[in-house]
């Protein structure tokens, strides 16, 4: 009896020793190397909203500095991104000065940009108005305001005959005060083939109603960057119409009189 009870002993001691043995082996696999631990104490995930005096900004870039590791903030202005700690963060969107911010242990970000007028100003001038639009455009046809007063016409589309190369200008028919049709590189759509107008920086205005005595010059888009700088609106071309301003220096009148 003595010896079975030893024995029992035995299988008993070894059962408990094995138990022991894979509960300190699950302990190991649930430890995090030390390699894994380095990674996570290296980067940081931040969270934060990208606004300005009026409220969120939709679409603005947040970018870590030097990488191409970058998101934009959603509808709502917020955005997640996980960075390396201590990373520069780049913040920026057209019109607004960028933004540059060290990560520290802040994990939330508030971030508000401030508008910058001189970009603004200079995405209005190349995208509606005169001086620049050379320089961005390949095919461009200039009538000067003295050469429109010498035709002698009631109509400003009417001073673009015979004066612009590659533009068909017909009209609609033979009444008095009866507009122009304009075709700027054929016939670019099976609707309207109008081009766009811009007076003034103006878009859509009506050119009909202009005064061809009051134009200072008239340019005309014809290739494709015209498109690609006011977009689906241009795909028959652009035509740009710059008024006379005033002038410092004494006053000058003219006039025009016919009788008979």
């Given at each position: 009896?003595?010896?079975?009870?030893?024995?029992?002993?035995?299988?008993?001691?070894?059962?408990?020793?094995?138990?022991?043995?894979?509960?300190?082996?699950?302990?190991?696999?649930?430890?995090?190397?030390?390699?894994?631990?380095?990674?996570?104490?290296?980067?940081?995930?931040?969270?934060?909203?990208?606004?300005?005096?009026?409220?969120?900004?939709?679409?603005?870039?947040?970018?870590?500095?030097?990488?191409?590791?970058?998101?934009?903030?959603?509808?709502?202005?917020?955005?997640?991104?996980?960075?390396?700690?201590?990373?520069?963060?780049?913040?920026?969107?057209?019109?607004?000065?960028?933004?540059?911010?060290?990560?520290?242990?802040?994990?939330?970000?508030?971030?508000?940009?401030?508008?910058?007028?001189?970009?603004?100003?200079?995405?209005?001038?190349?995208?509606?108005?005169?001086?620049?639009?050379?320089?961005?455009?390949?095919?461009?046809?200039?009538?000067?305001?003295?050469?429109?007063?010498?035709?002698?016409?009631?109509?400003?589309?009417?001073?673009?005959?015979?004066?612009?190369?590659?533009?068909?200008?017909?009209?609609?028919?033979?009444?008095?005060?009866?507009?122009?049709?304009?075709?700027?590189?054929?016939?670019?759509?099976?609707?309207?083939?109008?081009p766009l107008y811009v007076i003034?920086?103006?878009?859509?205005?009506?050119?009909?109603?202009?005064?061809?005595?009051?134009?200072?010059?008239?340019?005309?888009?014809?290739?494709?960057?015209?498109?690609?700088?006011?977009?689906?609106?241009?795909?028959?071309?652009?035509?740009?119409?710059?008024?006379?301003?005033?002038?410092?220096?004494?006053?000058?009148?003219?006039?025009?009189?016919?009788?008979?």
């Amino acid at each position: 009896m003595n010896r079975k009870f030893s024995f029992n002993k035995s299988m008993l001691f070894a059962g408990l020793l094995s138990a022991m043995t894979l509960g300190a082996t699950s302990q190991v696999y649930a430890v995090q190397s030390p390699d894994v631990q380095k990674m996570q104490q290296q980067t940081v995930k931040l969270t934060g909203n990208v606004s300005d005096a009026m409220g969120a900004i939709i679409g603005a870039s947040v970018i870590e500095q030097g990488t191409t590791n970058g998101v934009i903030t959603d509808i709502e202005g917020n955005f997640t991104l996980t960075v390396n700690r201590g990373a520069k963060l780049e913040i920026s969107y057209v019109g607004y000065k960028t933004r540059v911010i060290e990560v520290t242990d802040v994990t939330h970000l508030q971030i508000t940009l401030e508008e910058d007028y001189r970009e603004l100003e200079e995405v209005v001038v190349v995208g509606y108005g005169v001086q620049k639009k050379k320089l961005v455009t390949g095919a461009t046809v200039q009538v000067k305001g003295d050469d429109v007063t010498k035709l002698n016409t009631t109509s400003a589309l009417g001073a673009l005959q015979n004066q612009t190369p590659g533009i068909n200008i017909t009209a609609n028919n033979g009444l008095p005060g009866e507009g122009f049709k304009v075709n700027i590189r054929g016939i670019g759509t099976v609707g309207d083939s109008a081009p766009l107008y811009v007076i003034d920086g103006v878009a859509g205005s009506d050119i009909n109603t202009l005064n061809p005595a009051d134009i200072e010059s008239i340019d005309v888009l014809k290739d494709a960057a015209s498109a690609a700088i006011y977009g689906s609106r241009a795909a028959n071309g652009v035509i740009l119409v710059t008024t006379k301003q005033g002038k410092t220096g004494k006053i000058q009148l003219s006039y025009d009189m016919y009788y008979g």
